[in-house]
């Protein structure tokens, strides 16, 4: 999603100023811009922090990012640390799952690494990004929870106006929204990447993210259930 969101902002550009928010791939946006401000983002697949200025226009206070690739996490830093000092921006470099301590590989992709994933390609998702592929590099890396994670920071979600929970991690969405246990009640909406088609080998589907979500008080906000995109970006709320 992260290659479709670069193609989006250059699009952007050729149009006026006023109407570029309305110039999206999903409505996520806008609906985050009604329910602003959100006072604290934990953002799970960093990468280079691309949404950083939208985020601080949201009103955010504190910014968790949360990246797996060590050499991404580099570039991470020293882009953050360019930002307005109005948002307090903070990094971790984390692979985030289910749990602590479980050995995985991490497989890296080719380009700038944003598909970068514990899974493999499938052939679907060679077909829709025929230029997209793993280099054959694989890091061993160990998992981190979310829980940890946000204590090691000192962030209170339960305190922040409006938390949101964002999850970017190319079809491993689903361990990491598990390890937060009853502690993703406290999130008032998370934004996820989501997929109808099998994209990455073992990836979670949509079907399973969305049972969970619902399960733990969570509704789909960004589409109808006809709309959800093959393979994108839907928000859940919490009323």
Same mark, same amino acid.
């Given at each position: 999603m992260r290659f479709l969101k670069g193609v989006e902002r250059s699009a952007k550009k050729l149009v006026p100023q006023g109407w570029r928010k309305y110039f999206r791939a999903s409505k996520y946006e806008l609906l985050m811009e009604?329910?602003? @401000?959100? /006072?604290?983002?934990?953002?799970?697949? !960093?990468?280079?922090? #691309?949404?950083a200025e939208f985020y601080e226009r949201c009103g955010a206070r504190t910014v968790l990012w949360v990246e797996a690739d060590p050499d991404t996490f580099s570039k991470l830093t020293k882009v953050l !640390? #360019?930002? @307005?000092? +109005? %948002?307090?921006?903070?990094?971790?470099?984390?692979?985030? +799952?289910? +749990?602590d301590g479980e050995e995985l590989s991490f497989n890296r992709f080719n380009g700038d690494g944003s598909s970068s994933s514990v899974h493999g390609s499938t052939g679907t998702y060679r077909e829709r990004f025929p230029h997209s592929h793993e280099t054959g590099e694989v890091i061993a890396m160990t998992t981190r929870s979310l829980p940890e994670i946000l204590a090691r920071h000192d962030v209170d979600v339960s305190a922040a106006a409006r938390p949101m929970l964002v999850v970017d991690v190319q079809g491993h969405e689903l361990p990491v929204l598990k390890g937060l246990g009853d502690g993703l009640r406290q999130f008032s909406q998370c934004k996820c990447e989501v997929s109808r088609v099998p994209m990455y080998e073992?990836? %979670?589907?949509?079907?399973?993210? /969305?049972?969970?979500?619902t399960s733990m008080g969570f509704r789909l906000a960004s589409h109808r259930y006809v709309q959800v995109p093959r393979h994108g970006d839907v928000l859940y709320v919490r009323d």
């Open positions: 009604r329910r602003a @401000p959100i /006072d604290l983002i934990v953002h799970v697949g !960093a990468h280079w922090a #691309e949404d !640390a #360019e930002r @307005p000092k +109005s %948002t307090h921006h903070v990094a971790e470099n984390a692979l985030v +799952s289910a +749990s073992g990836g %979670t589907q949509f079907k399973d993210i /969305d049972a969970y979500m």
